[in-house]
């Protein structure tokens, strides 16, 4: 995981929980694809055929909120986006977040949809439209666990030495 992350913003709003981040009907599957082609699936459709590796998701309070499911952080990395933005996470979806390798990072940010974004995850700041936002900076040994590449490949690292 790179410190600086780069990409183009989608805007959601408040309270997404996981049912809309990759339905249920999917959770069968260990199929990382599936979870890919179905992200943000029940709340837009079109987004796993508009998102870019490197896109960043902004969003407002409870992202993440509803069931505990891991699938919804996976669901997200395997579409290709790098980071996700929000006002607040629900703490469930933060966690496995951090333990599945996708950044994330609590700040309180106008954007437009489309807007090119910088995120620095050492200093815990947000770029965009000649503005820096400056959010929650995530504690080193959680930024430790997202350079590994997340929860089980940082266990395994700390294993080796």
Known sequence: MDSIIKGRVWIFGNDIDTDVI?????????????????????????FPRKVSKGDIIVAGDNFGCGSSREQAPLALKHAGVSCVVA???????????????????????????????????????????GRTCHGNKLPDFLLEILTDGGLVAHRKAAAKE
């Open 87 to 129: 006002r607040y996470f629900a703490r469930i979806f933060f966690r496995n977040a951090i333990n599945v390798g996708l950044p994330l990072i609590e700040v309180d940010v106008e954007c437009n949809e489309g807007d090119e974004m910088e995120i620095n995850l050492l200093e815990g700041t947000v770029r965009v439209n």
């Open 22 to 46: 990759i339905p249920g009907k999917y959770l069968r599957t260990t199929d990382m694809q599936v979870f890919a082609d179905h992200a943000m699936e029940g709340i837009d459709p079109e």
